[in-house]
């Protein structure tokens, strides 16, 4: 019998990272299928041997099959990865369950909390698709671009199933790539969540001009945010100094190609969240997931002043300039407390 490792990955989401995600395995060795939801799309995909709306210059490696059907690219794969927005990961896994084998595993570089419920996305694949299905969250200080182009790369494989991240770490690594498992999944998942909130207060503090020591100061108290709220959902503290974590975390705030932090770039240029999401023409993750972890926050009683204040420029209208005001005005007290 053919183990899952052994067989083909299947790539959900032909998006910018779904499409990178998929290069780097293809790249890696492992035969690799790409599905997404457009046919149109799909079909560009096939004939260009590219992505060239997301990923322009990275070639599709020979491993790498565009498959058109859902049904055909789950039955033949082993490993189903999935790389969709948050927003869209529930139906995403109703979608599939129909389609996997008894063998089946199933992971995902999709980050954030579910909106109504404030679940992760663990605990919404185990509500959908049971606890017993092996599964694992690809997380990690990565832009899509970087690793389409085969640029060195390192990131965080968890899973409670020691087995199923060393294949996928194993899988996904090679000489321009660096995978790390661990078992904590809340905690990477956390990370990924988080950071996305922060960067746009990143932005925001560098459209204003406030400059490199508050943009330090935004990073490392976003740091201690981000561990508070995971270490009350039960992630271990390590975590959060490593690549998931800190790591995720300085990447998204510092670097342009980060959707999030041009969302609090145009923020503090005076725009609209509709007129940066217009501009951006992708996803930006941190404005839902505001909402989400500042309401979380709220039901466990953990303290996320940053967190806040993007929420209310966000959501309330809260002019850019007023929500640096109030951090700066916070009562002081001890860095650990």
Sequence with gaps: MISSSQKALAVIGAGSWG?????????????????????RQL???????????????AGFPDSLEVV????????????????????????TLVALRPHLAADARLCWATK???????????????????????TAVLSGPTFAREVGAGLPTAMTVASENEEFARDLAESISDHGFRAYTSSDITGVE????????????????????????TRVALITRGLSEMTRLGLALGARPETFMGLAGMGDLIL????????N???????????????????IQQVVEGVQAARAVW???????????ITEQVYRVLYEGLKPAEAVQNLMGRQLRGEHD
């Design 19 to 39: 499409t990178a995600l998929a290069i780097q395995f293809a790249r890696a060795g492992r035969r690799t299928l790409l599905w997404g939801r457009d046919a």
């Design 43 to 57: 079909e560009m995909l096939a004939g260009d041997r590219c992505n060239r709306r997301y990923l322009p210059g």
């Design 68 to 91: 058109p059907d859902l049904g055909d690219a789950v039955k033949q794969a082993g490993d189903i990865l999935v790389c969709v927005p948050s927003h869209a990961f529930h139906e």
């Design 112 to 134: 954030g909390f579910e909106m109504d419920t404030g679940r992760l996305p663990h605990q919404v694949a185990a509500d959908v698709l049971g606890a017993t299905l092996p």
């Design 190 to 213: 956390v990370g990924g969540a988080v950071k996305n909130v922060l960067a746009i207060g990143a932005g925001i503090s560098d459209g204003l001009g406030y400059g490199a020591n």
């Design 252 to 259: 998204t705030c510092t670097d342009d190609q980060s959707r």
């Design 261 to 279: 932090r041009r969302m609090g770039l145009a923020l503090a240029a005076g725009k609209t969240v509709a007129e940066a999401e217009t501009e």
């Design 295 to 305: 309401q979380l926050a709220h039901k466990l009683g953990v303290e996320m002043p």
